[in-house]
């Protein structure tokens, strides 16, 4: 048997089987629905780098892609590809496993002088779990739609499912809200370093959420209440607390030669948990109801991330207060309400999704934090930020990127860990799905954002798809370092500038 093919994230199997080798060419028929055709084109090009017609008319003498839809392949996203000289044959329940299907036909494609190779090869696949993530936070650095899209796509090609966008934090409000527009007039000019900031009109965020659901990715905001809000002050300052200056805080400014956080002026460093809304104030819920019932009319996804993070300028007693009323509020807005693990002590309303983001090996509150949501049954998305904080340096050499979170964070490190081996306690049923996060202190361009995400993120992608760490023999670090280097060629075609780490055995083309 040749050797496995250079696929991430792994498939549930793949078996290599008798025959020559299918040739893809741009006049290949395709015999599909016309969305599934349309799906095949423009996957196929982008692998590609090239135009591939893909006629749909079907002539004996050419071998074909065939896309069908089988009601017995489950669940979403799961699908089934053969591959040999006569044909390629994709099958699945629907659009998203087909989606899948062709994404995984991407990676198997080798050029030669007579069109793209696929290997005679039958793959059954079907993932883990069924939220894959990505959080991109938009707030510390903006980045424009093209960028955005950008990344909808290379989320897409790794089977991802969630793109979380963090869409608010001290340095920026970067979502148009009709009811309140001083927020992007009045705070939405400013990011770290002094960057111009930016935000997205609501067109802008409709084109974002139309772009990910025709990829069968859905779109998840996040307004981070009631820390991470130094901006709303910008705009409102009534509802804002005076920031919480402590000595540490004045250290780490010191040290990086950052002015202090100062109420009513932007605020360009990297600093955090010193801003809180005032929750003294029945202004500030009435606010937060505003703000919350026009994002969820905006939003057709069901989950809204309320963020509950590092709310160190927030008294404890009105913390649990607001997370209660506000995450009951999104529920009875008909959404889903996700918030970090740090609000797991809190009485949060019972259908909150936890996102835990201590590390590989937890302390203990962050693990009671975590388990609470577990126990009231409503899960946990597991971003373990030495593992899948992808804005974390790779070494010491990485020219972007910070290292708080047990950094540096390997290739090899951000791929060895289990999702169910993170909080003991928790089971796969537990699990709603695993997320990686690029956290943007320290990047302001997709270039910034491909290097620090690839390949780190096909490790993420893996971990939420591909069975277990260990369970087989392809699903370990030798394999995955071969794997993801398969992946170089591709990459490149597709404009994804990674990071050629010497720990992934690339491959030239
Ligand atoms: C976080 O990293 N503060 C969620």
Redesign the pocket.
Known sequence: MTAHPALVPLPRSVAVIEGDPFRLTAQTPVIADPDAAAAARRILSTATAQTLALPAEASPSSPALTLSHTSDIAPPGAYRLVAADTGVEISAAGAEGLAAGLHTLAQLLTPTSEGWRVPAVRIDDAPRFAYRGLMLDVARHFFPVADVRAIIDRAASLKLTHLHLHLTDDQGWRLQLRAHPALTDAASGSAIGGGPGGFYTQEDYRDIVAYAAARHITVVPEIDLPGHTHAVGLAYPHLAADPVVTPELVAEAAGRGEALPAAGAPYTGLG?GFSSLRLDEEATFDFVADVLGELAHLTPGPYLHLGG??AFGTAADEYDAFLSRVTQLVADLGKVPVT?HDAGRADVAPETVGQY?GLTTPDAAGADAALAFVRRASGVILSP?DAV?LDMKYDDDTPRGLTWAGGPTSVRRAYEWDPVSVIDGIADDDIVGVEA?V?TETIDDLAGLDAMMFPRLAAAAEAAWSAPLGSTPERSWESFRRRVGGLGPLWRRQEIVFHPDRQIAWTGE
């Open positions: 955090v993070d590092e970090w983001w930020a904080y996060a956290w």
